[in-house]
Protein backbone atom coordinates (compact mmCIF):
# COMPACT_ATOMS: atom_id res chain seq x y z
CA UNK A 1 0.00 0.00 0.00
CA UNK A 2 1.31 3.52 -0.85
CA UNK A 3 2.06 5.91 2.19
CA UNK A 4 -0.79 8.43 0.44
CA UNK A 5 -3.15 5.33 1.34
CA UNK A 6 -1.53 5.09 4.53
CA UNK A 7 -2.09 8.54 5.69
CA UNK A 8 -5.93 8.23 4.51
CA UNK A 9 -6.53 4.78 6.22
CA UNK A 10 -4.85 6.10 9.35
CA UNK A 11 -7.18 9.12 9.11
CA UNK A 12 -10.29 7.31 8.20
CA UNK A 13 -9.43 4.75 11.51
CA UNK A 14 -8.61 8.26 13.45
CA UNK A 15 -11.89 9.34 12.63
CA UNK A 16 -13.65 5.81 13.73
CA UNK A 17 -12.14 5.72 16.83
CA UNK A 18 -13.61 9.08 17.98
CA UNK A 19 -17.28 9.18 17.24
CA UNK A 20 -17.61 12.59 17.81
CA UNK A 21 -16.25 15.81 15.76
CA UNK A 22 -12.50 16.07 15.79
CA UNK A 23 -10.61 19.53 15.01
CA UNK A 24 -8.60 19.67 12.40
CA UNK A 25 -5.42 20.42 15.15
CA UNK A 26 -6.40 17.05 16.73
CA UNK A 27 -5.77 15.70 13.24
CA UNK A 28 -2.78 17.25 12.83
CA UNK A 29 -1.04 15.78 15.78
CA UNK A 30 -2.30 12.55 15.43
CA UNK A 31 -1.13 12.02 11.90
CA UNK A 32 1.83 14.60 12.51
CA UNK A 33 1.02 16.00 9.30
CA UNK A 34 0.17 19.71 8.59
CA UNK A 35 -3.38 21.31 7.71
CA UNK A 36 -2.72 21.85 4.45
CA UNK A 37 -1.97 18.11 4.11
CA UNK A 38 -4.99 17.20 6.36
CA UNK A 39 -7.42 18.79 3.73
CA UNK A 40 -6.52 17.14 1.04
CA UNK A 41 -6.11 13.72 2.82
CA UNK A 42 -10.31 14.26 3.39
CA UNK A 43 -10.84 15.96 0.30
CA UNK A 44 -9.18 12.54 -1.78
CA UNK A 45 -11.17 10.71 0.47
CA UNK A 46 -14.57 12.02 -0.22
CA UNK A 47 -14.42 12.61 -3.61
CA UNK A 48 -13.21 8.86 -4.20
CA UNK A 49 -16.35 7.88 -2.55
CA UNK A 50 -19.54 8.27 -4.83
CA UNK A 51 -22.63 8.26 -2.50
CA UNK A 52 -21.42 11.50 -0.89
CA UNK A 53 -19.20 13.03 1.36
CA UNK A 54 -17.75 10.13 3.63
CA UNK A 55 -16.28 12.06 6.19
CA UNK A 56 -18.72 15.76 7.54
CA UNK A 57 -17.53 18.74 8.43
CA UNK A 58 -19.22 21.42 10.25
CA UNK A 59 -17.90 24.63 10.97
CA UNK A 60 -16.62 25.41 14.34
CA UNK A 61 -16.97 21.48 15.30
CA UNK A 62 -14.39 19.66 12.98
CA UNK A 63 -14.58 16.42 11.23
CA UNK A 64 -16.67 13.81 11.87
CA UNK A 65 -17.24 10.25 10.45
CA UNK A 66 -20.26 9.15 8.44
CA UNK A 67 -19.85 5.38 10.04
CA UNK A 68 -22.66 3.56 8.35
CA UNK A 69 -20.82 5.19 4.77
CA UNK A 70 -17.49 3.57 6.49
CA UNK A 71 -18.35 0.03 6.71
CA UNK A 72 -19.77 0.18 3.23
CA UNK A 73 -16.60 2.29 2.31
CA UNK A 74 -14.69 -0.46 3.88
CA UNK A 75 -16.39 -3.37 2.23
CA UNK A 76 -16.34 -1.73 -0.84
CA UNK A 77 -12.32 -1.52 -0.86
CA UNK A 78 -11.67 -4.93 -0.43
CA UNK A 79 -12.61 -6.19 -3.96
CA UNK A 80 -10.35 -7.32 -6.49
CA UNK A 81 -9.11 -4.16 -8.48
CA UNK A 82 -7.66 -5.44 -12.16
CA UNK A 83 -6.18 -1.65 -13.63
CA UNK A 84 -3.31 0.38 -12.68
CA UNK A 85 -1.21 -2.48 -10.92
CA UNK A 86 2.00 -1.27 -9.39
CA UNK A 87 5.32 -3.17 -9.34
CA UNK A 88 4.16 -5.27 -6.25
CA UNK A 89 0.49 -5.60 -7.43
CA UNK A 90 2.18 -6.88 -10.90
CA UNK A 91 4.64 -9.46 -9.37
CA UNK A 92 2.24 -10.71 -6.73
CA UNK A 93 -0.41 -11.84 -10.11
CA UNK A 94 2.71 -13.25 -11.71
CA UNK A 95 3.78 -15.19 -8.89
CA UNK A 96 -0.32 -16.21 -8.63
CA UNK A 97 -0.16 -17.53 -12.31
CA UNK A 98 2.94 -19.45 -11.43
CA UNK A 99 2.20 -21.10 -8.49
CA UNK A 100 -1.18 -22.40 -9.90
CA UNK A 101 0.42 -24.04 -11.96
CA UNK A 102 3.79 -25.20 -10.53
CA UNK A 103 5.65 -27.55 -11.42
CA UNK A 104 4.87 -26.39 -14.58
CA UNK A 105 7.25 -23.94 -16.51
CA UNK A 106 5.74 -20.94 -18.01
CA UNK A 107 7.58 -18.74 -20.86
CA UNK A 108 8.85 -15.87 -19.35
CA UNK A 109 7.10 -13.42 -22.43
CA UNK A 110 3.79 -14.58 -21.66
CA UNK A 111 3.84 -13.51 -18.32
CA UNK A 112 5.07 -10.12 -18.75
CA UNK A 113 3.85 -8.92 -21.79
CA UNK A 114 0.61 -7.46 -20.71
CA UNK A 115 2.52 -5.31 -18.20
CA UNK A 116 4.32 -3.22 -21.08
CA UNK A 117 8.07 -3.94 -19.15
CA UNK A 118 11.26 -3.92 -20.48
CA UNK A 119 13.70 -7.04 -19.99
CA UNK A 120 15.72 -5.23 -17.10
CA UNK A 121 12.32 -4.70 -15.44
CA UNK A 122 11.03 -8.23 -15.71
CA UNK A 123 14.58 -9.64 -14.68
CA UNK A 124 14.69 -7.07 -11.28
CA UNK A 125 11.20 -8.57 -10.70
CA UNK A 126 12.02 -12.10 -11.15
CA UNK A 127 15.08 -11.58 -8.47
CA UNK A 128 12.70 -10.59 -5.94
CA UNK A 129 10.13 -12.78 -6.56
CA UNK A 130 12.87 -15.30 -6.20
CA UNK A 131 13.61 -13.78 -2.32
CA UNK A 132 9.70 -13.88 -1.58
CA UNK A 133 9.32 -17.20 -2.61
CA UNK A 134 11.95 -18.10 -0.26
CA UNK A 135 9.86 -17.47 2.67
CA UNK A 136 8.05 -20.62 1.80
CA UNK A 137 11.16 -22.61 1.10
CA UNK A 138 9.88 -22.55 -2.37
CA UNK A 139 12.22 -21.91 -5.84
CA UNK A 140 12.02 -19.66 -8.81
CA UNK A 141 14.13 -21.94 -11.64
CA UNK A 142 14.19 -20.07 -14.63
CA UNK A 143 15.32 -22.50 -17.87
CA UNK A 144 15.15 -21.71 -21.78
CA UNK A 145 13.09 -18.48 -21.51
CA UNK A 146 10.84 -20.01 -18.71
CA UNK A 147 9.70 -19.74 -15.31
CA UNK A 148 8.86 -22.36 -13.23
CA UNK A 149 8.03 -22.63 -9.35
CA UNK A 150 9.52 -25.65 -7.34
CA UNK A 151 8.77 -27.31 -3.76
CA UNK A 152 6.39 -28.97 -2.07
CA UNK A 153 2.59 -28.88 -1.92
CA UNK A 154 1.93 -27.65 1.13
CA UNK A 155 4.56 -24.82 1.09
CA UNK A 156 2.96 -23.89 -2.86
CA UNK A 157 -0.68 -23.71 -1.18
CA UNK A 158 0.41 -21.35 1.68
CA UNK A 159 2.11 -19.19 -0.65
CA UNK A 160 -0.78 -19.05 -2.72
CA UNK A 161 -3.19 -17.91 0.09
CA UNK A 162 -0.64 -15.43 1.17
CA UNK A 163 0.22 -14.30 -2.00
CA UNK A 164 -3.30 -13.91 -3.30
CA UNK A 165 -4.84 -11.27 -1.30
CA UNK A 166 -7.98 -11.46 -2.39
CA UNK A 167 -8.32 -14.74 0.01
CA UNK A 168 -7.56 -12.67 3.11
CA UNK A 169 -10.38 -10.14 2.47
CA UNK A 170 -13.37 -12.17 0.72
CA UNK A 171 -16.65 -12.72 2.88
CA UNK A 172 -18.54 -15.05 2.06
CA UNK A 173 -21.74 -13.69 2.38
CA UNK A 174 -20.45 -11.36 -0.93
CA UNK A 175 -19.44 -14.37 -3.13
CA UNK A 176 -23.09 -15.51 -4.35
CA UNK A 177 -23.79 -11.90 -5.56
CA UNK A 178 -19.92 -9.74 -6.10
CA UNK A 179 -19.10 -10.56 -9.21
CA UNK A 180 -15.93 -8.01 -9.06
CA UNK A 181 -14.77 -10.67 -7.00
CA UNK A 182 -14.47 -12.89 -10.43
CA UNK A 183 -14.35 -16.67 -7.81
CA UNK A 184 -15.88 -19.51 -10.09
CA UNK A 185 -19.41 -19.34 -8.69
CA UNK A 186 -20.08 -23.51 -9.71
CA UNK A 187 -16.84 -23.95 -7.18
CA UNK A 188 -18.35 -21.57 -4.84
CA UNK A 189 -21.69 -23.23 -4.31
CA UNK A 190 -20.06 -26.37 -4.00
CA UNK A 191 -17.43 -25.72 -0.87
CA UNK A 192 -20.06 -23.30 0.57
CA UNK A 193 -22.22 -26.94 0.14
CA UNK A 194 -19.55 -28.73 2.04
CA UNK A 195 -19.08 -26.28 4.56
CA UNK A 196 -22.78 -26.43 5.59
CA UNK A 197 -22.28 -30.19 5.76
CA UNK A 198 -19.50 -29.68 8.35
CA UNK A 199 -21.20 -27.68 10.00
CA UNK A 200 -24.11 -29.74 10.24
CA UNK A 201 -22.24 -33.27 10.87
CA UNK A 202 -20.26 -31.79 13.69
CA UNK A 203 -23.23 -29.48 15.56
CA UNK A 204 -21.24 -26.38 15.11
CA UNK A 205 -20.82 -23.03 13.44
CA UNK A 206 -17.24 -22.01 12.06
CA UNK A 207 -17.30 -18.24 12.46
CA UNK A 208 -15.20 -15.94 10.28
CA UNK A 209 -12.31 -15.65 9.44
CA UNK A 210 -11.92 -19.42 10.06
CA UNK A 211 -14.53 -20.39 7.34
CA UNK A 212 -12.38 -18.13 5.25
CA UNK A 213 -9.79 -20.22 5.28
CA UNK A 214 -11.23 -23.48 5.42
CA UNK A 215 -12.70 -21.99 1.87
CA UNK A 216 -9.74 -20.41 0.37
CA UNK A 217 -8.42 -23.89 1.13
CA UNK A 218 -11.01 -25.95 -0.77
CA UNK A 219 -10.65 -23.09 -3.65
CA UNK A 220 -7.36 -23.33 -4.73
CA UNK A 221 -7.09 -27.55 -4.07
CA UNK A 222 -9.99 -27.07 -6.82
CA UNK A 223 -7.93 -24.47 -9.04
CA UNK A 224 -4.71 -26.09 -8.72
CA UNK A 225 -5.96 -29.64 -9.73
CA UNK A 226 -7.19 -27.86 -12.73
CA UNK A 227 -3.86 -26.68 -13.50
CA UNK A 228 -1.56 -29.90 -12.96
CA UNK A 229 -2.20 -33.60 -12.48
CA UNK A 230 -3.00 -34.46 -9.16
CA UNK A 231 -0.34 -37.05 -9.70
CA UNK A 232 2.30 -34.44 -8.45
CA UNK A 233 0.84 -33.79 -5.51
CA UNK A 234 3.59 -35.80 -3.61
CA UNK A 235 3.77 -35.02 -0.06
CA UNK A 236 4.06 -37.42 2.48
CA UNK A 237 2.40 -37.18 6.06
CA UNK A 238 4.61 -39.45 8.88
CA UNK A 239 2.50 -42.82 9.68
CA UNK A 240 2.40 -41.72 12.97
CA UNK A 241 0.57 -38.69 11.97
CA UNK A 242 -1.76 -39.93 9.70
CA UNK A 243 -2.70 -42.39 12.97
CA UNK A 244 -3.11 -39.58 15.29
CA UNK A 245 -5.43 -37.87 12.80
CA UNK A 246 -7.70 -41.18 11.97
CA UNK A 247 -8.31 -41.50 15.88
CA UNK A 248 -9.84 -38.06 15.79
CA UNK A 249 -13.61 -36.75 15.31
CA UNK A 250 -12.54 -34.20 12.82
CA UNK A 251 -11.01 -36.89 10.59
CA UNK A 252 -14.71 -38.53 8.79
CA UNK A 253 -15.71 -35.32 8.36
CA UNK A 254 -12.00 -33.88 6.45
CA UNK A 255 -12.50 -37.37 4.33
CA UNK A 256 -15.92 -37.27 3.32
CA UNK A 257 -15.02 -33.69 2.16
CA UNK A 258 -12.27 -35.01 0.19
CA UNK A 259 -14.08 -37.80 -1.77
CA UNK A 260 -16.90 -35.03 -2.30
CA UNK A 261 -14.13 -32.96 -4.19
CA UNK A 262 -12.43 -36.34 -5.96
CA UNK A 263 -16.53 -36.56 -7.44
CA UNK A 264 -16.93 -32.89 -8.29
CA UNK A 265 -13.58 -33.12 -10.05
CA UNK A 266 -13.73 -36.34 -11.44
CA UNK A 267 -10.34 -37.09 -10.21
CA UNK A 268 -8.59 -38.89 -7.49
CA UNK A 269 -6.80 -37.28 -4.71
CA UNK A 270 -3.84 -38.07 -2.86
CA UNK A 271 -4.64 -39.41 1.33
CA UNK A 272 -2.35 -36.16 2.09
CA UNK A 273 -5.02 -34.00 0.91
CA UNK A 274 -7.46 -35.30 3.96
CA UNK A 275 -4.40 -34.79 6.22
CA UNK A 276 -4.54 -30.92 5.05
CA UNK A 277 -8.00 -30.50 5.37
CA UNK A 278 -8.04 -32.18 8.48
CA UNK A 279 -5.46 -29.60 10.12
CA UNK A 280 -7.51 -26.65 8.78
CA UNK A 281 -10.83 -27.68 10.86
CA UNK A 282 -8.45 -28.65 14.32
CA UNK A 283 -7.05 -25.39 13.57
CA UNK A 284 -10.34 -23.03 13.70
CA UNK A 285 -12.36 -21.80 16.48
CA UNK A 286 -15.89 -22.76 16.30
CA UNK A 287 -19.09 -22.09 18.49
CA UNK A 288 -21.35 -24.93 19.40
CA UNK A 289 -21.46 -27.95 21.57
CA UNK A 290 -18.39 -29.24 20.41
CA UNK A 291 -16.43 -26.01 20.01
CA UNK A 292 -15.91 -25.22 23.96
CA UNK A 293 -14.59 -27.44 26.34
CA UNK A 294 -12.73 -27.06 29.82
CA UNK A 295 -10.62 -30.21 28.83
CA UNK A 296 -7.37 -29.47 28.00
CA UNK A 297 -3.79 -30.18 26.97
CA UNK A 298 -1.01 -29.42 29.57
CA UNK A 299 0.84 -27.36 27.10
CA UNK A 300 -2.47 -25.27 26.25
CA UNK A 301 -3.23 -24.95 29.90
CA UNK A 302 0.90 -23.55 30.72
CA UNK A 303 0.54 -21.53 27.54
CA UNK A 304 -3.08 -19.91 28.80
CA UNK A 305 -1.67 -19.00 32.26
CA UNK A 306 1.32 -17.31 30.37
CA UNK A 307 -0.67 -14.78 28.59
CA UNK A 308 -2.93 -13.88 31.58
CA UNK A 309 0.07 -13.58 34.20
CA UNK A 310 2.02 -11.69 31.48
CA UNK A 311 -0.66 -9.55 30.44
CA UNK A 312 -1.64 -8.91 34.72
CA UNK A 313 2.23 -7.95 35.15
CA UNK A 314 1.54 -5.96 31.55
CA UNK A 315 -1.38 -4.13 32.67
CA UNK A 316 -0.29 -3.46 36.18
CA UNK A 317 -3.68 -4.93 36.60
CA UNK A 318 -5.05 -8.04 38.22
CA UNK A 319 -7.33 -10.29 35.97
CA UNK A 320 -9.73 -12.52 37.19
CA UNK A 321 -8.18 -15.99 35.62
CA UNK A 322 -11.52 -17.97 35.94
CA UNK A 323 -13.18 -15.60 34.07
CA UNK A 324 -11.12 -15.45 31.02
CA UNK A 325 -9.21 -19.04 31.20
CA UNK A 326 -11.66 -20.94 29.15
CA UNK A 327 -12.53 -18.46 26.60
CA UNK A 328 -8.49 -17.89 26.16
CA UNK A 329 -7.84 -21.65 26.36
CA UNK A 330 -10.56 -22.40 23.77
CA UNK A 331 -8.68 -19.48 21.22
CA UNK A 332 -5.43 -21.15 22.47
CA UNK A 333 -6.08 -24.79 21.71
CA UNK A 334 -6.62 -24.14 17.32
CA UNK A 335 -3.76 -21.38 17.49
CA UNK A 336 -1.31 -23.96 18.55
CA UNK A 337 -2.20 -26.05 15.66
CA UNK A 338 -1.94 -22.96 13.26
CA UNK A 339 1.91 -22.07 15.01
CA UNK A 340 2.64 -25.99 14.16
CA UNK A 341 1.26 -26.35 10.78
CA UNK A 342 2.25 -22.85 9.77
CA UNK A 343 -1.72 -21.59 9.18
CA UNK A 344 -2.39 -18.30 9.09
CA UNK A 345 -5.77 -17.08 9.67
CA UNK A 346 -6.08 -12.95 8.64
CA UNK A 347 -7.34 -10.45 11.09
CA UNK A 348 -9.32 -8.02 9.19
CA UNK A 349 -10.09 -6.07 12.10
CA UNK A 350 -6.32 -5.87 13.05
CA UNK A 351 -5.63 -1.91 12.08
CA UNK A 352 -8.55 -1.21 14.61
CA UNK A 353 -7.46 -3.50 17.17
CA UNK A 354 -4.30 -1.57 17.24
CA UNK A 355 -5.66 1.79 17.36
CA UNK A 356 -8.57 1.05 19.62
CA UNK A 357 -7.37 -0.99 21.95
CA UNK A 358 -3.28 0.44 21.87
CA UNK A 359 -1.97 -0.67 25.53
CA UNK A 360 -3.43 -4.26 25.32
CA UNK A 361 -2.13 -4.87 21.55
CA UNK A 362 1.28 -3.54 22.91
CA UNK A 363 1.14 -5.46 25.95
CA UNK A 364 0.46 -9.09 24.05
CA UNK A 365 3.34 -8.56 21.90
CA UNK A 366 5.18 -8.38 24.07
CA UNK A 367 3.96 -11.46 26.34
CA UNK A 368 3.79 -13.23 22.84
CA UNK A 369 7.72 -12.74 21.95
CA UNK A 370 8.28 -14.20 26.22
CA UNK A 371 5.48 -17.19 25.40
CA UNK A 372 7.31 -17.91 22.03
CA UNK A 373 10.70 -18.40 24.03
CA UNK A 374 9.68 -20.08 26.80
CA UNK A 375 7.63 -22.65 24.98
CA UNK A 376 9.74 -22.90 21.86
CA UNK A 377 6.91 -22.21 19.70
CA UNK A 378 7.17 -19.89 16.53
CA UNK A 379 7.02 -16.38 15.88
CA UNK A 380 3.35 -15.31 16.87
CA UNK A 381 2.28 -13.03 14.25
CA UNK A 382 0.54 -9.77 14.37
CA UNK A 383 -3.00 -10.93 13.22
CA UNK A 384 -2.94 -13.48 15.73
CA UNK A 385 -1.53 -10.83 18.66
CA UNK A 386 -4.72 -9.01 17.63
CA UNK A 387 -7.12 -12.02 18.09
CA UNK A 388 -6.40 -12.27 21.39
CA UNK A 389 -6.13 -8.70 22.01
CA UNK A 390 -9.80 -9.08 22.29
CA UNK A 391 -10.10 -11.52 24.52
CA UNK A 392 -8.03 -9.50 27.22
CA UNK A 393 -10.12 -5.90 26.00
CA UNK A 394 -13.26 -8.00 26.40
CA UNK A 395 -11.91 -8.95 30.22
CA UNK A 396 -10.67 -5.55 31.07
CA UNK A 397 -14.36 -4.51 29.81
CA UNK A 398 -15.83 -6.68 31.71
CA UNK A 399 -14.01 -6.35 34.59
CA UNK A 400 -15.19 -2.23 35.01
CA UNK A 401 -18.34 -3.73 35.15
CA UNK A 402 -18.26 -6.82 36.77
CA UNK A 403 -18.08 -5.66 40.39
CA UNK A 404 -21.20 -3.76 41.00
CA UNK A 405 -20.94 -0.25 42.35
CA UNK A 406 -23.50 -0.53 46.24
CA UNK A 407 -25.44 3.03 45.56
CA UNK A 408 -28.01 4.68 47.60
CA UNK A 409 -30.20 7.74 46.34
CA UNK A 410 -31.36 9.95 48.90
CA UNK A 411 -33.86 13.04 48.34
CA UNK A 412 -35.88 15.02 51.28
CA UNK A 413 -38.37 12.78 52.01
CA UNK A 414 -36.91 8.94 50.63
CA UNK A 415 -39.87 8.33 47.88
CA UNK A 416 -41.53 9.78 44.63
CA UNK A 417 -38.64 11.55 42.75
CA UNK A 418 -36.10 9.38 44.36
CA UNK A 419 -38.35 6.18 43.23
CA UNK A 420 -38.11 7.60 39.59
CA UNK A 421 -34.51 8.09 39.97
CA UNK A 422 -34.06 5.07 40.61
CA UNK A 423 -36.21 3.62 38.06
CA UNK A 424 -34.03 5.76 35.49
CA UNK A 425 -30.78 4.91 37.39
CA UNK A 426 -31.36 1.03 37.20
CA UNK A 427 -32.06 1.35 33.55
CA UNK A 428 -29.12 3.27 32.53
CA UNK A 429 -26.52 2.35 34.53
CA UNK A 430 -26.53 -1.46 35.49
CA UNK A 431 -23.38 -1.42 37.03
CA UNK A 432 -24.90 0.19 39.88
CA UNK A 433 -26.05 -2.08 42.27
CA UNK A 434 -29.62 0.13 43.84
CA UNK A 435 -29.11 -0.88 48.02
CA UNK A 436 -31.80 1.22 48.98
CA UNK A 437 -33.39 4.52 48.30
CA UNK A 438 -33.71 6.77 51.89
CA UNK A 439 -34.45 10.30 53.13
CA UNK A 440 -31.63 12.59 53.80
CA UNK A 441 -32.55 13.22 57.57
CA UNK A 442 -31.13 9.48 57.47
CA UNK A 443 -27.98 10.74 56.74
CA UNK A 444 -26.15 10.40 59.80
CA UNK A 445 -27.53 6.46 59.78
CA UNK A 446 -26.16 5.75 56.23
CA UNK A 447 -22.22 4.62 57.43
CA UNK A 448 -23.42 2.44 60.06
CA UNK A 449 -26.21 1.07 58.66
CA UNK A 450 -24.71 0.46 54.90
CA UNK A 451 -20.92 -0.13 55.59
CA UNK A 452 -20.37 -1.17 52.33
CA UNK A 453 -22.16 1.70 50.29
CA UNK A 454 -19.63 3.04 47.44
CA UNK A 455 -21.77 5.76 45.99
CA UNK A 456 -24.72 8.20 47.02
CA UNK A 457 -26.93 9.77 44.40
CA UNK A 458 -28.67 12.64 46.35
CA UNK A 459 -30.71 15.61 45.07
CA UNK A 460 -30.16 17.31 48.08
CA UNK A 461 -27.14 18.90 48.58
CA UNK A 462 -25.27 17.08 51.35
CA UNK A 463 -23.79 19.65 54.37
CA UNK A 464 -22.13 17.42 57.09
CA UNK A 465 -19.04 15.35 55.87
CA UNK A 466 -19.75 12.24 54.63
CA UNK A 467 -16.90 9.50 54.13
CA UNK A 468 -18.58 7.96 50.63
CA UNK A 469 -18.55 9.64 47.48
CA UNK A 470 -21.74 11.28 46.81
CA UNK A 471 -23.14 12.93 43.49
CA UNK A 472 -25.62 15.53 43.55
CA UNK A 473 -28.24 15.22 40.79
CA UNK A 474 -31.38 16.54 39.71
CA UNK A 475 -34.79 15.34 40.22
CA UNK A 476 -35.51 14.35 36.21
CA UNK A 477 -31.78 12.93 35.97
CA UNK A 478 -30.96 14.56 33.19
CA UNK A 479 -28.33 13.59 30.16
CA UNK A 480 -26.03 16.07 32.01
CA UNK A 481 -26.40 14.36 35.34
CA UNK A 482 -26.19 11.32 33.38
CA UNK A 483 -22.91 11.98 31.86
CA UNK A 484 -21.61 13.27 35.26
CA UNK A 485 -22.78 10.18 37.01
CA UNK A 486 -20.53 7.92 33.95
CA UNK A 487 -17.50 10.12 34.80
CA UNK A 488 -18.19 9.69 38.92
CA UNK A 489 -18.40 5.70 38.29
CA UNK A 490 -15.39 5.69 36.27
CA UNK A 491 -13.01 7.43 39.05
CA UNK A 492 -14.48 4.81 41.47
CA UNK A 493 -13.66 1.74 38.99
CA UNK A 494 -9.72 3.82 38.58
CA UNK A 495 -9.41 4.10 42.25
CA UNK A 496 -9.75 0.72 42.99
Partial sequence: ??????????????????????????????????????????????????????????????????????????????????????????????????????????????????????????????????????????????????????????????????????????????????????????????????????????????????????????????????????????????????????????????????????????SPLPDSEIYFLYQYLVSSRMQGSLAITSTFSPDVIQVTQAYIEGMSTSLGISLDSQSIFIDLANHIKPMLNRLEHNIRIKNSLLSQIKVTYEEVYFGVTNVSDLVCEKFNLPAINDDENGFITLYFAKAIEMGQHQRPIKTIIMCTTGIGTSELIKAKVSKKFPELEIVDVVSSQNIKMLKEKYPDVELILSTVHIQEEVPIPYLLVSAMFTIDDQKRLQAKIEEIYHGD
Fill in 1 to 266: MSSKNNREQNLLLFLSKNQDYVTSRDLQEALDASQKTIYRLIKNINDDYEDGPLIISERGRGYKLDYEKYIHYQKGNKTYKENHFSPNERRKRIMEELLLSSPKSINIYHLFSKYYVGESVSFNDEQIMSEELKKYHLVLERKNRTLAIRGEEVNIRKAIKDIIEIFNTIDLDDLKRNKELNFNQYDVLFILDQLRMIEEDLDITIPYPYNVNIFSHLYILLSRSRKVSTKLFTDKIPIEEMENMEKDIFYPVAKTVVHHVEKYLN
